[in-house]
């Protein structure tokens, strides 16, 4: 959230914090730069995608998927990790694999570069606090900036990866994931698979899955939960971000209309809200019962510290979330678990889920370890927008009333005694 003093309205900030298209919303939002190259590690072009740059992302998506499986590189690190080394050298094409390596390489220092790069200009956005628009309209679809739930994005994508996306208003990158997760599942006959898993037919669950395509499987799979979790968090800091500027733009257009002294039977009213629609709706239904705009100050508070949180909920994105180090752990035991789980009783379907939720809370474990800091569970409900009423007596229970509508945190109506200046 920006901290300095508002530029005025009138200059054009040469940094952008982020934009809206027909296509989805994305954001100069500083992501961690080892998260990103660990993303690209696993699955070349995740981590473009993660830091928002979507073009190269797909790009290297595609490039992985038809490289790695002419090469066979998957089937041949499962079989390396299982002990079969003259089986792993036999099935390997080195021509593909020599063309794999460069960009293998280039995706991950890329990845990690662009995110320090960014990180960059999300602070110099930030001191020319650059504008974000909240809304597009086209004959496509209707694309707008809301505050919404990151864990209801990786429950989405839990249950098919891209659908999450889709919820967080990321329409590319979710119709991408959905579409590649269509294609992978099918040639890995990864359905049939969880169906006779589901069953208990491990045998023929084993037998039929294709192991090339399928290790596709666990990295795409955890990193869409992730990517879907992250994208909701950032847009719900665009919203803050955006909903802070229309604020202080409108405090400024209004700063030289404002009376310095309360008439006689006026009153004061604070209210404190969430950064949310609400917002705007209360100021308009003030201004629809008769209260002028310049006796409206409604201005964003700033928060005193930032704390790190296992779970970004809705009502608190500002701080770091644990999760990061904890779904990292997840990808590397999910592979293990699909590996292991080829030659093992329950199979790669079974074992790899175990793997994901061992692998998370073990992840986890550790990440609240090696944190100084006291760390909650998720983030509690906070004030985050500051109105100042001044009106005439007449109108208090309707403010009142409007208050609690529009869902303000708590509000006050000052004691009358402050006397006018007459």
């Not at 904890?326 to 790899?352: H, Q």
Request: aromatic share 14%.
């Amino acid at each position: 959230m920006p901290h300095q003093k508002f530029q005025s309205a009138s200059i054009r900030p040469r940094y952008s914090k982020g934009a809206l298209s027909t296509f989805g919303a994305n954001s100069v939002y500083p992501r961690i730069p080892w998260v990103a190259a660990w993303w690209s590690l696993t699955f070349p072009g995740f981590g473009h995608v993660y830091i928002g740059r979507y073009l190269p992302g797909f790009i290297l998506i595609i490039w992985e998927l038809v490289v790695n499986s002419q090469a066979n590189l998957n089937l041949g690190i499962a079989l390396s990790m299982l002990g079969e080394f003259e089986e792993a050298k036999a099935v390997i094409n080195e021509e593909w694999v020599l063309l794999y390596m460069g960009a293998y390489i280039f995706s991950i220092w890329d990845s990690y570069n662009s995110a320090v790069e960014i990180s960059k200009s999300h602070i110099l956005s930030e001191v020319e606090d650059a504008p974000v628009v909240p809304s597009v309209v086209s004959a496509f679809d209707i694309v707008i900036v809301s505050k919404k739930k990151p864990l209801l994005a990786a429950v989405w994508s839990t249950l098919s990866p891209g659908l999450g996306q889709l919820y967080s208003g990321h329409t590319i990158a979710g119709t991408f994931i959905l579409a590649w997760w269509i294609f992978v599942t099918y040639k890995a006959n990864a359905i049939g698979s969880w169906f006779y898993s589901s069953i208990g037919d491990f045998t023929i669950a084993t037998v039929m899955v294709d192991w090339q395509w399928f290790l596709f499987i666990p990295s795409m799979y955890a990193f869409a939960i992730y990517q879907a979790y992250a994208a909701v968090n950032e847009n719900n800091t665009l919203y803050d971000i955006e909903q802070t500027r229309y604020l202080r733009v409108r405090d400024e257009n209004l700063e030289q209309q404002r009376q310095n002294t309360l008439e006689k039977d006026t009153l004061q009213i604070y209210a404190t809200f969430e950064h949310s629609p609400f917002v705007e709706m209360a100021i308009h239904d003030m201004e629809t019962i008769g209260v002028q705009s310049k006796d409206i100050v409604a201005m964003p508070l700033e928060n005193l510290e930032t704390e790190t949180y296992i779970i970004d909920s809705l009502h608190r994105v500002d701080g770091r979330s644990v999760l990061d180090g904890a779904m990292v752990s997840g990808t590397i035991f999910m592979v293990l678990g699909t590996i292991y789980g080829f030659v093992w009783y329950w199979g790669p379907v079974i074992w790899g889920l175990f793997g994901l939720v061992g692998g998370f809370s073990l992840g986890l474990l550790i990440e609240l370890a090696l944190q100084k800091k006291k760390i909650k569970l998720s983030g509690s409900r906070k004030n985050e927008v500051f109105i100042q009423v001044t009106c005439d007596i007449s109108m208090k229970e309707h403010l009142i009333k409007v208050l609690k509508d529009r869902k303000a945190n708590a509000y006050l109506v000052m004691p009358q005694r402050i006397t006018s200046d007459t």
